[in-house]
């Protein structure tokens, strides 16, 4: 039970986090860090980014060196069935690239240029989903795994800043996917994450007649109990009350 709230709110206590207007200078109980956040526990205790995510990305790192699965959602179930997968938290930013990127390399799927899609690609998606920070939905206007719908695109075609037709795609893939999350709801980073595959996997079947699978049902959320902010029937992922 306990591990269950912590899983959901402060890491050290459990406690609702707060998601304060402006950030103020905090030290990591972990690493002592100072960062600027916004986000901290009422009872004081303050986890950076890194010390929030960094089980969690190892785990992403792992299941890019060995996972064989060929849908990018069922990359997501083993990431999110993992202990170090917080409710909430900056690591679906990698997330949704990894998944992404894992079911293409398996599917021995080539890039435009015929180069394939190796570990060091997934690698790096995992990395650049890793530099949005926690937050970012409410504190940006761009949620950090709908990002993720990009950084897979991104990664796929090659694009850089400089390269003015790639880098429309990959912002194709992020608009698609925030087109998604404009549903006036409180974050839910389970939702966000079904948003930025259904937006990538989308993309690539209609401009590049890549397969993946099924797109993410609605209807069919598992996580609801875990989640103290579901907006249960106004998602369209909410199984419904007896789940
Ligand atoms: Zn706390
Ligand atoms: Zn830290």
Redesign the pocket.
Known sequence: MESTEHNI???????D?IYDKTAKNQIC?YCGEMEASPIY?????FVCDSCHSEDAIAVLQRLAEIDKSKDPKDVVKKALSHPSFKFHGPEHHSLVPAAILIAMKNRKIAKPDGSPITFETILEGIRRGAKIPGGFCGYAGTCGACVGAGVAVALFIGSTPTKGPERKVAHVATTNALNLSQDGLKRCCKRATYYGLTAAMKLLREEYNIDLGELPEHKSCKYTAMNRDCEEESCPYYIGASA
């Open positions: 709110a402060c890491m050290v206590c459990g406690a986090l109980v526990c009422p009872n004081g205790h």
